[in-house]
């Protein structure tokens, strides 16, 4: 069974930096990996996304978010500085697991609260 489990969401000061980590277990190999996040009031939109060595940021982020694979393992960490007012809400991770043909499609973590205050 597939499970997606994130950490490091925190309470920063603008300008502040915070690491966001998740692991995915259960997974024997997956493509995309990545970090999403919900505002209240907003629809979840996309941060950042990692398959291979390509990577995707939002406009928003560009500059200042990192996403990384760590090598052959199932986690993704999100680098995130200098961060904003508007960069607060819940950061859901994905994982589009191939393998276990049983679990193929997109997973979900249960998220992890970032905010960040003036």
């Known amino acids: 069974h597939v499970r997606l489990v994130e950490s490091g969401g925190d309470l920063v000061q603008a300008g502040g930096s915070l690491e966001l980590s998740c692991t995915a277990s259960?997974?024997?190999?997956?493509?995309?990996m990545g970090w999403y996040r919900q505002a209240p009031g907003k629809e979840r939109e996309l941060v950042a996304t990692?398959?291979?060595?390509?990577?995707k940021y939002a406009d928003s982020v560009k500059g200042r978010f990192t996403v990384v694979r760590v090598g052959a393992r199932n986690t993704v960490t999100l680098q995130m500085n200098n961060l904003r007012a508007e960069d607060t809400g819940v950061y859901y991770c994905?994982?589009?697991?191939?393998?276990?043909?049983?679990?193929?499609?997109?997973?979900w973590g249960q998220g992890t609260q970032v905010t960040v205050s003036l």
């Open positions: 994905s994982a589009d697991v191939i393998m276990p043909l049983a679990d193929k499609g997109v997973h």
């Open positions: 990692v398959v291979g060595r390509t990577t």
């Open positions: 259960g997974v024997i190999h997956s493509a995309t």
